[in-house]
């Protein structure tokens, strides 16, 4: 049985998986006894020619992947019911556009140890082209950590392990999952986020490499509307943590969570959806009411919120070019 299993859920990028499975073969292959790991490609119903690349570069590489095809496109479920598939002891969710980090896959597999329950890796983060490195780690820990608290997991990285590719976990996370109540999350982008936090336990092994692992497609070029990047990373992620009340995660943890949610993505979105044109109070009334719990949306958002259009706009513009080191006056 291989001790690793590395799973890419993909619908319509062929181009793009093409290129992670050759990265993810080619560092297969450095790795001194071939059946340690697994690659399985899990199809959510594409309708370009997904099948087709796979069985290429399978016989093209000579290596084994393992295809399968769903029916019909199961959106998120497809998540979870990939990792049904894995024969491995660990399991690796993988982006279908992200690439390893030269000798990664090696440094993995030797650090695998059955105790530990979720490994967490650092990546860096690119343009769409991979051309052009926009930060060079995602996470600012300049060493590795050795964590022995669910609490302090969900401090330290909140919904950060979003990014499916950065998450290596036990087996044993996605046997003992409540299916019901991960299904809530289903049309939110959040169930393999909730099968992670939800399988930690007290008791619970957790390691983060500070090393950059991925390299990680930004989508700068094409990101949501704001009204979408708001149901995806405010209104859904702020379900989750809701959920995650069940599971008996503490107050504080959550809170601070939900703080670095605003500040990491609520804030630049208000911001992009009032220069968009969005109305002021039509914004405030579709958000949750606890963001009024939370000191950081009381004397940020507010009055980015409710200032004139025109100021605002002036702000922008002034803090682009402080940011940029222009003369702030011209």
């Not at 619908?11 to 998986?17: C, E, I, M, T, V």
């Not at 109070?281 to 004139?308: D, G, K, Q, T, V």
Request: charged content about 25%; some cysteine; overall charge neutral.
């Amino acid at each position: 049985m291989p001790l690793l299993s590395i799973i890419i859920p993909t619908f319509n990028r062929a181009p793009l998986l093409s290129l992670t499975i050759e990265n993810i073969v080619n560092q297969c292959k450095c790795i001194h006894d071939y059946g340690l790991v697994e690659l399985i490609i899990s199809d959510n119903a594409s309708t370009d020619n997904t099948e087709e690349v796979v069985k290429n570069l399978s016989n093209s590489l000579g290596w084994e992947i393992f295809y399968f095809r769903n029916i019909e496109n199961i959106d998120d479920l497809n998540f979870i019911q990939s990792c049904e598939k894995a024969r491995g002891e660990f399991i690796w969710l993988f982006a279908d556009d992200d690439l390893l980090e030269e000798y990664s896959l090696e440094r993995v597999v030797k650090n695998l140890n059955s105790d530990t329950d979720l490994y967490i890796c650092n990546y860096s983060i690119w343009d769409d082209s991979l051309q052009r490195k926009l930060k060079e780690f995602r996470y600012s820990y300049i060493s590795d950590l050795h964590l022995r608290d669910r609490d302090e997991v969900l401090t330290k990285f909140g919904i950060g392990l979003q990014f499916i590719s950065a998450n290596i976990f036990h087996r044993r996370l996605f046997e003992g999952l409540n299916f019901e109540r991960c299904l809530l999350l289903r049309h939110d982008n959040n169930m393999h986020l909730y099968m992670l936090y939800a399988g930690l336990n007290k008791h619970s092994k957790i390691e983060f490499f500070a090393k950059s692992y991925l390299r990680y497609r930004g989508n700068l070029l094409n990101p949501p509307a704001p009204e979408k990047w708001n149901r995806i990373f405010v209104l859904s992620n702020f379900k989750f943590l809701r959920l995650l009340s069940r599971e008996n995660y503490s107050a504080y943890s959550r809170y601070i969570a939900a703080d670095n949610i605003i500040k990491t993505y609520f804030i630049s979105n208000l911001i992009a959806s009032r220069l968009s044109g969005y109305d002021r109070f039509e914004i405030l009334r579709n958000l949750p009411a606890s963001l009024f719990f939370y000191p950081r949306f009381i004397f940020i958002c507010l009055p980015l919120l409710l200032i004139p259009i025109q100021l605002l706009t002036g702000l922008k513009v002034l803090y682009s070019r402080i940011k940029s080191g222009k003369n702030i006056y011209y």
